[in-house]
């Protein structure tokens, strides 16, 4: 819930502060989502007046931007989105398997972000699949949902894919459940180099069709090629874990994150941004870094993904044309109970009260009645 408050220090003020030193460098889906952020639950979006039906108590409620974006809009989305699919999977084990590229390949996939993330989803799911058919899962079919990010924790351009990865498969007649091995689900080293291959030879196909554009200071593939294969790939793979309520948790923490959330920034003064990161070769320790606003925008705004781009995907037995079907026939051959929807059918505001076990709609004052919508508070023209 700490995103869903008021912090001290948030991103919208941030922006709203220095937007005369970038508005003329943001192109068009970078514009709208500053737009949405620093507009986010303002009069600038409209909202209405709530009154007490007991006491006569008036607050004013600004509209939500809703935005994907932004740090403010993304609690309750999360929550149905981690409950629905919570109830869709199989009761099995989890793996988080985690796919990144080189920084070699950066300036090639900013260049072309739309196209160069799809190959990297396709990459991503095409070399489980093939890894998958090498091993004891035969021509079994992988469950699987990804999700893409941008950012490292510094808020540094590092595009890599999440994938979550039911331990276990299909098989190829929808009779059998085949389960993974106890302790890991795929030769990492094996499905590592499959990824690079698969990667580099989409993206060199692509590059030749001149469906991509090579960066700046670059003629060819060839050296960029050649830096991919001098580089060690490394798929990572967490261990599995098991259990509904570590089940949300796990899910929550990779899907609708955004590239930095209000709870994170520490101060901002003096023309600076501080804000905390763990860095992850210090065993995760939690540490302090202050950036130049100009240069905390910057990386900020190179995570804006671009317009209508699905950020989360499915494969195998978990796409969503099969996930319904394929689900209840995962359950069935492995005999346990799946997890439950409990926010099924519910409104946000509904979301919210089981949630927190308290209702939003109480008055805060007299703590009796209902806070009911009055007045109508229109955006401006």
Not at 72 to 78: D, E, I, L, M, N
Not at 129 to 135: I, M, P
Not at 231 to 247: A, I
Request: glycine content about 6%.
């Amino acid at each position: 819930m700490d995103d869903n408050r008021r912090h001290p220090v948030e991103l919208a003020d941030i922006l709203m502060a220095h937007q005369d030193m970038f508005r003329h460098t943001l192109c068009s889906c970078q514009w709208r989502a500053y737009r949405a952020i620093t507009s986010c639950r303002t009069a600038r979006l409209g909202g209405h007046i709530q009154t007490c039906d007991t006491c006569g108590h008036s607050a004013q409620s600004y509209n939500s931007c809703r935005n994907r974006h932004c740090p403010r809009c993304q609690y309750v989305k999360k929550v149905q989105w981690v409950d629905r699919l919570a109830a869709n999977l199989p009761a099995a084990k989890l793996f988080h398997l985690v796919f990144t590229i080189p920084t070699c390949l950066h300036p090639l996939t900013y260049a072309n972000q739309r196209k160069a993330y799809d190959l990297l989803f396709k990459a991503a799911g095409d070399s489980l699949r093939a890894c998958a058919k090498t091993t004891h899962f035969q021509g079994a079919s992988l469950g699987a949902v990804a999700i893409l990010h941008t950012w490292g924790q510094t808020l540094t351009y590092h595009p890599h894919i999440h994938m979550i990865v039911p331990a276990g498969a299909l098989s190829e007649d929808a009779t059998e459940w085949v389960w993974a091995h106890k302790r890991y689900l795929l030769p990492v080293k094996s499905l590592s180099r499959l990824f690079r291959h698969t990667l580099c030879s989409l993206l060199e196909e692509r590059l030749a069709d001149h469906t991509l554009s090579l960066p700046q200071n670059h003629t060819s593939f060839d050296s960029i090629k050649e830096a991919c294969y001098k580089t060690n790939w490394v798929v990572y793979c967490e261990k599995p874990f098991k259990g509904p309520d570590n089940l949300i948790g796990y899910l929550g923490n990779y899907t609708h994150r955004v590239a930095i959330s209000n709870q994170r920034i520490i101060a901002h003064e003096n023309g600076s941004v501080r804000f905390w990161y763990k860095d992850y070769k210090c065993a995760g320790i939690r540490k302090e870094i202050a950036l130049d606003a100009r240069e905390f925008i910057r990386r900020f705004m190179q995570h804006i993904l671009p317009d209508g781009f699905r950020k989360i995907r499915y494969f195998g037995f978990l796409a969503l044309r099969h996930i319904k079907v394929c689900g209840q026939q995962c359950s069935s051959l492995i005999g346990k109970d799946t997890f439950l929807s409990q926010l099924e059918g519910l409104s946000a505001f509904e979301v919210l009260w089981h949630i927190t076990g308290k209702d939003p709609a109480l008055c805060p004052v007299c703590h009796h009645g209902v806070m009911r919508a009055t007045k109508t508070l229109p955006a401006p023209g």
